[in-house]
């Protein structure tokens, strides 16, 4: 009898319309008979998956209604599949991605937002160590300064990819995370909107980051990533801290190899033996003077600084770059030199031309609060 009810939640998940979940759900999405030919290496079709999920998401606590209100009628999204496996940052060249995130326009308009919300971001500096211009630098490239916040429902996202076998496991983890922030009332399902991967809000978390790192900076009792822009600043300021951020530190410079000096390098440095694949694409850290005796040298040709810091370099093209500890924590955010480098260059140029952001030293920052708040 204990089977019943799963039974009867399953029938309904499959019965009920797409329009019952998602009115607008993406016309370009899968149909039973193409689930297993779209999907090289599926093990079952999305139907027969998710009977599977379902049972195994009640086993989990999760309750009958919660799971009907969020993945009835749920189908794989075709945009969404192709989306993952042609991700810019990791298909384009970096003075490609840069060009297109890094225009003019994002530069002024960065700059003047870096002034106009000078205060809030100075107390969000002054509780969590984070300079402002790479908050605003991060706005710029998740959500366009919080202007586009992606139009995708999370739940199809996700569990989309949680199906498709490329990255299934950590995608059936996002799934879970989403169904617990609508089981905890932060957040209802029509508003649970976002991008490809299920990213959300202004800094473009995903749910597992929104459960560990997002903040009520504005104290409202709500850690509202949407719409608050004191919860967004503080939520991304969070996430970089826990990663390791360090606000007396830059994120690093780009450099000169000669071709003698890159021969040395190849000779004493190997690659960096752990951590993501963008990682494992620099060199194993090493103290600055030691890259100064292998002949790297600043780009105008000076010598680099005598400080004991740890770098690692990254080469993208013909480009070099000493990157410190700060770069790992915008890899943590996303795991691509190319997005990494391009928010460090852009929260340099948008700090280049902005005035100085006051201090709040007199001003007490706003309760963080990082464990869950019912909205």
Not at 97 to 118: C, K, N, S
Not at 224 to 244: E, K, P, Q, V
Not at 275 to 290: D, I, K, N, Q, Y
Not at 303 to 326: C, E, I, K, Q, T
Request: net charge positive; with cysteine; glycine share 8%.
């Amino acid at each position: 009898m204990r089977f019943l009810p799963i039974l009867a939640l399953a029938l309904a998940c499959a019965i009920l319309p797409v329009r019952e979940a998602h009115p607008d759900v993406d016309p370009h999405s899968f149909t039973s008979e193409q689930d297993v030919e779209a999907i090289a290496g599926a093990p079952t079709t999305f139907d027969q998956w998710l009977g599977e999920l379902l049972v195994e998401a009640r086993g989990r606590g999760y309750s009958d209604e919660l799971l009907a209100g969020t993945l009835a009628g749920v189908r794989p999204l075709r945009r969404v599949v192709e989306s993952d496996r042609s991700q810019a940052e990791l298909t384009t060249t970096f003075e490609q991605y840069f060009g297109r995130r890094a225009t003019p326009e994002v530069i002024r308009r960065g700059q003047q937002l870096l002034r106009d919300h000078g205060s809030l971001l100075a107390r969000v500096r002054d509780a969590f160590g984070v300079q402002p211009r790479f908050i605003v630098a991060i706005w710029g490239i998740e959500s366009h300064f919080g202007r586009n916040h992606g139009s995708i429902p999370v739940f199809q996202a996700l569990a989309t990819l949680a199906w498709e076998p490329r990255r299934a496991p950590f995608f059936r983890t996002q799934l879970y995370d989403a169904l617990t922030m609508v089981a905890h009332g932060y957040i209802d399902v029509p508003s649970m909107r976002g991008s490809w991967a299920g990213a959300m809000g202004q800094p473009q978390f995903m749910p597992s980051s929104y459960l560990k790192y997002a903040v009520d900076f504005d104290g409202d009792g709500r850690r509202d990533i949407w719409t608050s822009h004191a919860d967004a600043f503080a939520s991304m300021a969070n996430y970089l801290r826990h990663h390791g951020w360090r606000g007396d530190e830059i994120w690093g410079r780009p450099v000169r190899v000669t071709p003698a000096a890159a021969k040395r390098i190849a000779a004493d440095l190997g690659p960096r033996a752990s951590g993501c694949r963008a990682m494992r694409e620099m060199t194993g850290p090493s103290p600055l003077p030691h890259w100064q005796r292998l002949g790297v040298r600043r780009v105008e040709g000076g010598d680099l600084p005598a400080a004991p810091l740890d770098a690692a370099l990254v080469r993208m093209g013909s480009r070099h770059f000493l990157v410190y500890g700060n770069y790992d924590a915008l890899l943590r955010y996303n795991c691509a030199n190319n997005y990494a480098l391009t928010v460090a260059m852009l929260a340099d140029r948008i700090g280049a031309g902005a005035a100085p952001t006051p201090r709040a030293a007199s001003r007490p920052a706003a309760p963080a609060r990082t464990r869950p708040v019912n909205r």
